[in-house]
C-alpha cells in the first residue's frame, strides 16, 4: 500500500469539491490555478464547469499547468421514456466522450440514472428492473462509441439512497454483472469508478474489490460518511470526520494492483460550500496525507 | 396472490406510523381503539409506546378488541463497546421477548445495531465488519432464550444509508447468510422482516425472496419511497405516493407462501405526522385496498 503521508502526489480534487463557496460559482479556471498552486497534480471536472470555462480554455489551463484528470464526469443518464429522449442521451453521451478526449481524460465516469422523471419529482413508472436493462443497453452502445475514442468507461456504483432518481447501478456486483455481460474478455475497455461514499457499507465490498481486479477498477473517489448525515445528496464529509474506514479500503484496492489517484468528492451544501475554496484544498491535502 | 382489494382483513398498522400526531403523542390504547373502530385486525406496536400505556393493560385492550400483532418493535442494538453494555443489551432484549410474549406477538424485530455511539453522533469505531460479528453474536445468544420462549427472531435488514448508526445487516442476502449460520436446519425459529423501503432497491430482491422461503419470510412491512426523499429518517411516503412496485413484490413473497399481514409503517415527520390520526388510518385502510 502506497504511503501517502509524505506528500499528496496521488491527491485528485473533483471540482465539485470546490463548486460553489458561499454560493457562489467558483470558476473552474480558478480552480485549477488554486490546486496548481497547491501542488495538486489531477483533477476531476463536471461538465457544466467545462462547459461555462470553455471546452479549449480548459484544456489549456490544465496543460499549462501540467494537471492531469482522473476522470471526466460525467456521461450516463441512459434511462428513457421514449425513442427521442433515448437518442438525444446518446447524442449527449457522444459529445461527453469528445470533451473527455480533449482534456486527456483516462475514463468517462458514468452515472447511469434511475427511474426516468424520477429526478424531477415525477417518475414515470416503478419498473426498476426495466430501467436497468435500459441502462445496459446503453452501456452497450456507448462502449462501441468509447471502443473507437480509446476511451475508457467507469460504472460508479451510487448508493442505494439514489436507486430511484439518479443511478439504478447500486452495487459493485450489479456493475460488474454489467461489465462481464459486456466485456466478458476484460479487455479493460470497461471498468467501475469507485467512490467509498457509495460502497462502504457494502458486507460484499472486499470480494467485489478482489472480483473487480486491476482492469476494472478505473478509478478511486473518496470522502466520509457522517453521522448524522442531514441532506441525501449534500451532506458528504471530509476525510476522517465520518466512519468509513478509508485506508482499509484503499488497501483492498491497492492489493488489486490499483495505483491511481484518490480522487475527493465531496458535495456540502452547508459546509465546505461555505468556506474559502483555498482553505477547503488545503484541508484536501491534509487529509489526503492523514486519513486516507 | 390474495385480493386484497375488497377488505382489509390482512393490514396491520405499525403503531409508529400515528405515534405523534400534530407533535402530540397519540397514546397507543387510543390507537388501538381507533384501529377497532375500522375494523383493523392487527397492529405492530413499539416498545416505548407500551411501556407508555403499560403491559398489562395493553394485553388487555388487545384482546378486548381482537386485535392481534403482526410483530413487536422491537429488540436489537446488539453492538457495544465493552462487557456492560453487551450485558445491557441482553437484558434488554430478553425483556423485550418477556413483553412479546405477554402480547402474544408472532415475532420479535430485530434492528440490530449500527456503530457503537454512531446513533449518538459520535462512533466509537469505524470497524463495521467488526460490528457485523457482534451482532452475529448477539442474535445467536438471544435465539436460545427466544427458543425457551416459543418466541420467533426476525431480522429486518435495514437500508443502506443506515449502516453506520442504525443497523449494520444491509441486505437479504446478509440477513439470510445470519440464519443459515445460527439455524442451519431452517426449523422457522428464526427468519427475517421484509420492509419494503428497506430493500426494494435491491438488484437481487428476488433471488433472496426465494431463498428466503416461507421459513424465513416472518413479517412484510409496506411504505413507499418518495422522490424527492427530504430526510433520511422520518420522510417515508404513503404506500402509491412513490416508486416502490409494491403489488410485484408481494407477489413474490405470496408466492413462496407467505401468507400473513401487510403491515404499514410510515415515519413522516412533515406529512402523516401533522394529520389527524384518524384520517391517517382511513387513508392506510384506503392505499392497502387499491395500491399493495
Not at 186 to 212: C, K, N, S
Request: net charge negative; glycine share 8%; proline share 3%.
Amino acid at each position: 500500500m502506497r504511503d501517502f503521508s509524505q506528500d499528496h502526489r496521488w491527491l485528485s480534487i473533483n471540482t465539485a469539491t470546490v463548486r460553489q463557496q458561499h454560493g457562489v460559482d467558483w470558476p473552474l479556471l480558478d480552480i485549477l490555478d488554486a490546486c496548481a498552486a497547491r501542488g495538486i497534480r489531477a483533477v476531476s471536472p463536471w461538465r457544466d464547469q467545462v462547459a461555462a470555462a470553455g471546452l479549449q480554455a480548459t484544456a489549456r489551463k490544465l496543460q499549462d499547468h501540467g494537471i492531469e484528470l482522473s476522470g471526466y464526469c460525467r456521461g450516463g443518464m441512459f434511462t428513457y421514456t421514449d425513442a427521442a429522449r433515448r437518442q438525444a442521451s446518446r447524442d449527449d453521451n457522444k459529445r461527453a466522450l469528445d470533451e473527455a478526449c480533449t482534456l486527456n481524460a483516462p475514463c468517462l465516469v458514468l452515472v447511469v440514472g434511475g427511474l426516468p422523471g424520477a429526478l424531477a419529482g415525477r417518475a414515470a413508472h416503478r419498473d426498476i428492473q426495466g430501467a436497468r436493462e435500459q441502462v445496459t443497453e446503453g452501456i452497450a452502445a456507448l462502449l462501441e462509441d468509447a471502443r473507437e475514442r480509446h476511451m475508457l468507461l467507469a460504472i460508479e456504483p451510487l448508493h442505494p439512497m439514489y436507486a430511484a432518481d439518479r443511478a439504478c447501478i447500486n452495487t459493485m456486483a450489479q456493475a460488474l454483472d454489467v461489465c462481464d455481460a459486456l466485456d466478458p474478455d476484460r479487455t479493460g475497455a470497461l471498468g467501475l469508478a469507485v467512490d467509498l461514499y457509495h460502497v462502504w457499507w457494502d458486507p460484499t465490498l472486499a470480494e467485489q474489490i478482489t472480483r473487480a481486479g486491476t482492469a476494472r477498477l478505473l478509478a478511486f473517489h473518496v470522502c466520509d460518511w457522517l453521522t448524522p448525515t442531514t441532506h441525501l445528496l449534500e451532506d458528504r464529509g471530509m476525510m476522517g470526520d465520518g466512519v468509513i474506514d478509508i485506508p482499509r479500503i484503499r488497501a483492498l484496492v491497492e492489493a488489486q494492483g490499483f495505483a491511481g489517484y484518490s480522487e475527493v468528492e465531496i458535495f456540502s451544501r452547508s459546509n465546505w460550500w461555505q468556506r474559502d475554496g483555498g482553505q477547503v484544498l488545503d484541508t484536501c491535502v491534509e487529509r489526503h496525507r492523514s486519513c486516507v
